[in-house]
């Protein structure tokens, strides 16, 4: 499988919300970062309990807008819900082996955005 292909049934397997399915596309030795809260999930049971445990009011959805690869790294662009969360992720998945190796995932807050700047813009919901 190409890297693309790999990420893409990582997103596909995550959105059945069986995420002990969803982690058999990582690593053994499987590193998640996430820099704004300066945490880090090591091994694929602590992922899948991660989120297995995470507060949700219904199912998952994962939405995938944009994958970009370059060599055995690809950038997924998600659209996350609950039904009453709604959260993007920005997701730097390195391959090998036919698996994912590491990921390094970024959660932006949506803001709205400045008034003196609205005669310039458009606004479009994510």
């Known amino acids: ?3 693309t292909e790999i ?10 919300n069986d995420f002990a399915a969803a982690a058999r596309w ?6 998640g970062y ?7 999930t090591r091994g ?11 507060p949700a009011h219904g199912i998952w959805t ?8 370059d060599g055995p790294t690809v950038v997924s662009d998600v659209a996350i819900s609950d039904g009453t969360q709604h959260a993007r992720a920005v997701t730097f998945h390195e391959t090998g082996k036919g698996l994912i190796l590491r990921q390094t995932e970024y959660w932006p807050d949506p803001f709205d955005p400045p008034a003196w700047r ?3 813009v458009e606004t479009k919901p994510f």
Do not use: C
Not at 62 to 69: E, G, H, N, S
């Open 1 to 3: 499988m190409t890297p």
């Open 7 to 16: 990420v893409r049934a990582f997103w596909d397997a995550m959105a059945t």
């Open 26 to 31: 990582l690593a053994e030795d499987f590193e």
């Open 34 to 40: 996430w820099p704004q809260s300066g945490e880090i």
């Open 44 to 54: 694929r049971a602590n992922f899948a309990a991660l989120n297995t445990h995470y």
């Open 62 to 69: 994962f939405d995938v807008q944009r994958l970009v690869a």
């Open 118 to 120: 609205a005669h310039l």
